[in-house]
Nanobody
Framework: QVQLVESGGGLVQPGGSLRLSCAAS????????IGWFRQAPGKEREGVSC????????VYIDSVKGRFTISRDSAKNTVYLQMNSLNPENTAVYYC??????????????????WGQGTQVTVSS
């Protein structure tokens, strides 16, 4: 059974950092692209970043480039999203999602098949 479980969210002050984790079970990351998405209150869900399977190539939206880093630990079957220099506009529920693909590059706009339950990130003083 495929399952994704996010953790690591919380309350952080502006300028602070958080590291989100996405623990996968029921499949191995080598054959799946993993994406991180977020949804703020009253807004549509937005893709933030993704990482491909074996190649580990990464993609970011412009607003998080240089501040967020996506990475993968194959031994732990876990994908991380390190978020630095957070600001209130980053407040949202963050989700990870998976799609099986053999492509070298991931696509944030792909049709992801499996989704986690989300973790709340709140940036506030």
């Amino acid at each position: 059974q495929v399952q994704l479980v996010e953790s690591g969210g919380g309350l952080v002050q502006p300028g602070g950092s958080l590291r989100l984790s996405c623990a996968a079970s029921g499949f191995t990351l080598d054959y799946y692209a993993i994406g991180w998405f977020r949804q703020a209150p009253g807004k549509e869900r937005e893709g933030v970043s993704c990482i491909s399977g074996k190649a580990g190539s990464t993609v970011y939206i412009d607003s998080v480039k240089g501040r967020f880093t996506i990475s993968r630990d194959s031994a732990k079957n876990t994908v991380y999203l390190q978020m630095n220099s957070l600001n209130p506009e980053n407040t949202a529920v963050y989700y990870c999602a998976a799609v099986r693909t053999g492509a070298t590059m991931c696509r944030i706009r792909a049709s992801y098949t499996y989704w986690g339950q989300g973790t709340q990130v709140t940036v506030s003083s």
